[in-house]
């Protein structure tokens, strides 16, 4: 479902908003996903912003953004809002990654070209996807943690 998403800094007001608006099309409970990116050596920046940066930004101008940085890390931020129409829960996960130097693979994605997360072990995002390896279960299996405690959490509502 396509749901116009609210701008801002706090990932957290993104999803829920996403949520709620995705509940009041449905009128079912829901679960949705939102993902930022923080980069420490630039403060955080690009959070929430990412998908308008990657239409603005070519990877080699991700490359010169970073060119500077010695702290090279860089965080994939996983939100899940579940919301019920009375009530929305947050659950939040970073997946750890580094900025690459030159940009690698060729899925059109400018970010996916100049990050490498450390379950890849090396590989930048974008050879992940050229070699149909974004699905693999033991890859997935390290970056889950946001699902597995809405998992938890849904169980123990449940019962």
């Known amino acids: 479902m396509d749901i116009d998403e609210i701008q801002g800094e706090d990932p957290h007001k993104i999803v829920t908003r996403k949520a709620e608006d995705a509940f009041k099309v449905l009128q079912k409970p829901v679960l949705v996903t939102d993902d ?11 959070g929430a912003y990412m998908k308008s940066m990657s239409h603005w930004l070519t990877a080699e101008d991700f490359i010169r953004l970073t060119s500077h940085l010695d702290d090279r890390r860089i965080f994939v931020q996983q939100h899940l809002a579940f ?26 994605e400018p970010v996916f070209r100049v990050v490498s997360l450390d379950v890849d072990h090396g590989l930048s995002l974008a050879e992940i996807y050229d070699a149909g390896k974004e699905h693999e279960p033991n890859r997935l299996r390290q970056s889950q943690h946001a699902w597995r405690a809405f998992a938890a959490w849904y169980q123990r509502r449940a019962a």
């Open 83 to 108: 919301h019920d129409g009375t009530e929305t829960v947050v659950f939040d996960h970073d997946i750890p990654g580094q900025l690459l130097r030159e940009p690698r693979g060729f899925v059109e």
């Open 36 to 46: 930022s990116w923080a980069i420490p050596g630039l403060r955080g920046f690009p």
